[in-house]
């Protein structure tokens, strides 16, 4: 199968979106010199049901206006610290990967071999672990940088929501486990994460030599790895059994 040499700067691109905005991924770009595409799709990410059946855990089968049931989608995937990602916000990242791979390489991309010799699905789920992991570790600073989200933040993430859950469709819904709260929360982390960055760069802005673009996104980047080699992150054995992509 042929090789997709620039899947990786795609994924990176989408990762970086959800993470830090759009700033953060200009300034991500400038420091690698990489020519990426500008051009993409709301972040996408996710989990489907077939593929977590088949490893034998079980979905959240509820429509958008059942309740949220808590032995399931609240289950903590990954915990970082004290703050953990639920099943409910990985179920819309791994929606959003399988809707954006297949639209743009048909329906079965995920057997396509990286340049490492790894595979498409293998590399998108490690991607996006390091993304979840990146945005907890990030908003975990929202205290010390002394950054939150207002009330009409917070609305408006409940807006967008509420907005995504209706043109997805109740099918889509169920099919693949996702839930207005879901959404929410991911979209308020989103939020809260890209001001927490912005705050992190105009601190560093203070006393660095290097006050240009690709200075203090290296600056970031140094900072930020010294933040997750303190952290302590666990995963659930659930995350083990998670398969990005279409079954059958």
Not at 74 to 99: C, F, H, P, T, W
Not at 185 to 214: F, G, H, P, W
């Amino acid at each position: 199968m042929q090789k997709k040499n620039k899947t990786g700067f795609i994924v990176l691109l989408i990762i970086c979106g959800i993470i830090i905005g759009v700033i953060a991924t200009i300034m991500v770009m400038k420091l690698m010199n990489k020519d990426i595409s500008s051009k993409t799709p709301e972040t996408r990410q996710e989990t489907t049901t077939e593929a977590v059946k088949e490893s034998g855990e079980s979905f959240d089968d509820s429509t958008p206006n059942d309740p949220v049931p808590t032995d399931e989608t609240n289950i903590a995937v990954i915990k970082v610290g004290d703050q953990s990602v639920a099943m409910q916000e990985v179920n819309v990242y791994l929606y959003q990967l399988r809707d954006f791979y297949t639209a743009q390489y048909g329906e079965s991309p995920w057997n396509t071999e990286m340049e490492d010799g790894t595979k498409l699905h293998e590399y998108a789920k490690n991607e996006l672990y390091n993304g979840l992991v990146r945005t907890e570790i990030l908003i975990s600073k929202a205290g010390e940088y002394g950054v939150s989200l207002t009330d009409e933040e917070k609305q408006q993430c409940a807006d967008e929501a509420k907005a995504y859950m209706e043109e997805i469709g109740p099918a889509i819904a169920k099919d693949f486990a996702l839930n207005e709260d879901g959404v929410r929360i991911m979209k308020e982390k989103q939020a809260l994460s890209t001001k927490v960055y912005n705050a992190a760069l105009e601190k560093i802005a203070e006393t660095a030599e290097d006050t240009s673009d690709e200075g203090l996104a290296k600056a970031f980047e140094a900072a930020y790895e010294t933040w997750k080699s303190e952290a302590t992150v666990t995963k659930d054995p659930i995350w083990d059994n998670i398969m990005i992509g279409s079954v059958g």
